[in-house]
C-alpha cells in the first residue's frame, strides 16, 4: 500500500547501512545485482507448461503472483524488460520486490530474535538504494500515469470511512470517477497536499478529463517550486516531470503545440533528460517539423545511446524519412543493445524491403517471428510480407 511504500522509501534513504543482521532475500538480490551491473543475463526462470516464452507479460505476471520468492522474481521481472523494454511496468515492479525482500529480511529478523535492534540493523546495501531510485525515476519516465496493482497488495492508507481510506481504495479499484471526487475533497482541506494531487491527476487522467489533469498537476508543480522539502522527497517526482506528465495528458488530446510547450519547460529544469528530447521530438513530428524532431532525437541519443527503445524510435523516424542507411544503424544498435526485443528486427526487415534486398528482409522477418510475442500485433503482417515474398511462414 502506499503507507508502506513511503515509510520504506523514506526509511531507505535515512538509515545507515550495518552488517549486523542476516538479510537472506536481500542478499540473493545483491548477487543478481551485482551480475546485472557486470552486464551478464540473469538466468531465465522456467515458465508455467503452455507460457509463451516469447511474452513480456508471461514473465511479469510469474514474477509478481503472490508469494513469489523475490530471487525467482527479480530473474523473471529481469526479463520481461528484455523482452519488452519499453513497459514501464516490470521496473515498478523490481522496486516494489527490493521493498519486499526487505520486509521479508525484517520480519524473519524479528521472529528469530525478538529484538527491534536487530531488525533496525536490516536494511538496503547503497547499490540497492540506488538501483529502487533509477528504477523509479525510469518508470516515471516511460510512463508517469503509471497504474500499478502491487502498490495496493497490503491495503491502502487509513482506516474504514476516512476520506483518505474511501479515495485511495477506489483509486485501487479503478473507480476513478469516485476517487476524483473524493480527493477533490480532500484538497479543499489540504491544498499543498502533492500526493493527492498527483493521485486526483491520475484519476482524471484515466477519466480522459485532460484539461483537469493538466490543471491538477500545475498545482502540483507549483506547490514543490515552492517547497524546497518537497523536492527532496523520495516519494515525489522531480520537479521536470510534472510538465513532462502535462505533456503526456495534452498528447492524448491531439494538442501537439501545448505538448511541444510542456516538454520544452520539462527540458529548461533538466537539458539532461533524455525522454523529454524524446518526446518532443514526436511533438514536433506530428507538427510536420521533421527537422527538429530529428535534431532532438540526436540530442536523445548523446545523453542517452544505450537504450534500444530510443535507438528503435529514431530508426522508425529515420526510415520514414526515406533515410534507409541511417535508420539501418539504429536498428542495429537496438538489436546490439537487446538481442531479445522483438520489433527492431521488424523495422529492419521492412527496412531492407524497401532497399529492395528482399534475403536479408525474408531474415529479419523470420528472426522476428521467432522472437516475438504469440499475440505481437505485427504477427500477421509479417506472416502476409513473407508470403508475398514466396515464403511459408509455418516453415519458420
Avoid at 18 to 32: C, D, I, K, Q
Avoid at 99 to 108: I, K, R, T, V
Avoid at 125 to 133: A, E, F, H, K, N
Amino acid at each position: 500500500m502506499k503507507r508502506r511504500l513511503v515509510f520504506l522509501l523514506t526509511a531507505v534513504a535515512w538509515i545507515q547501512c550495518t552488517p549486523a543482521a542476516r538479510t537472506p532475500a536481500l542478499s540473493n538480490l545483491s548477487v543478481l545485482q551485482a551480475l546485472a551491473d557486470s552486464g551478464k543475463e540473469l538466468p531465465r526462470p522456467r515458465l508455467p507448461a503452455g507460457s509463451d516464452t516469447n511474452a513480456a507479460l508471461a514473465y511479469y505476471d510469474f514474477g509478481t503472483r503472490w508469494n513469489a520468492p523475490t530471487d525467482t522474481a527479480e530473474m523473471s521481472l529481469f526479463w520481461a524488460s528484455r523482452i519488452d523494454p519499453s513497459w514501464a511496468e516490470p521496473l515498478y515492479a523490481r522496486l516494489f520486490n527490493t521493498l519486499q525482500a526487505l520486509e521479508h529480511d525484517m520480519y524473519e529478523t524479528y521472529w528469530k530474535t525478538y529484538s527491534p535492534r536487530a531488525v533496525s540493523n536490516v536494511s538496503l546495501t547503497p547499490r540497492q538504494t540506488q538501483v529502487i531510485d533509477s528504477l523509479q525515476q525510469l518508470a516515471w519516465q516511460i510512463n508517469p500515469f503509471l497504474f500499478s496493482d502491487l502498490e495496493f497488495r497490503h491495503g491502502v492508507p487509513g482506516r474504514w470511512g476516512d476520506t483518505v481510506h474511501d479515495a485511495w481504495l477506489a483509486y485501487s479499484q479503478k473507480r476513478f470517477a469516485v476517487a476524483d471526487t473524493l480527493f477533490a475533497a480532500l484538497l479543499k482541506k489540504h491544498p499543498r497536499a502533492v500526493e493527492l494531487r498527483l493521485m486526483r491527476a491520475k484519476a482524471l487522467f484515466y477519466l480522459g478529463k485532460f484539461d483537469s489533469t493538466v490543471a491538477e498537476l500545475q498545482a502540483a508543480r507549483d506547490t514543490v517550486n515552492q517547497d524546497v522539502a518537497k523536492k527532496l522527497s523520495p516519494i515525489l517526482p522531480s520537479v521536470e516531470m510534472f510538465d513532462f506528465a502535462i505533456g503526456i495528458a495534452r498528447v492524448q488530446q491531439d494538442d501537439f503545440p501545448s505538448a511541444r510547450a510542456a516538454f520544452e519547460r520539462a527540458l529548461t529544469q533538466n537539458l539532461a533528460f533524455y525522454w523529454a528530447h524524446t518526446r518532443l521530438a514526436g511533438s514536433a513530428l506530428e507538427l510536420h517539423d521533421t527537422a527538429t524532431a530529428l535534431a532532438e532525437l540526436e540530442m536523445a541519443t548523446q545523453l542517452e545511446g544505450r537504450d534500444p527503445v530510443l535507438r528503435l524510435y529514431r530508426g522508425v523516424v529515420l526510415q520514414t524519412a526515406g533515410r534507409f542507411a541511417d535508420a539501418e544503424l539504429d536498428l542495429q544498435k537496438a538489436i546490439e543493445l537487446d538481442p531479445y526485443y522483438a520489433e527492431p528486427y521488424y523495422f529492419l526487415a521492412t527496412n531492407r524491403q524497401a532497399l529492395g534486398d528482399t534475403v536479408s528482409a525474408i531474415g529479419y522477418y523470420r528472426q522476428f517471428l521467432r522472437r516475438a510475442a504469440r499475440a505481437h500485433p505485427y504477427r500477421p503482417q509479417t506472416e502476409q510480407q513473407l508470403r508475398a515474398l514466396g515464403v511459408r511462414p509455418d516453415s519458420m
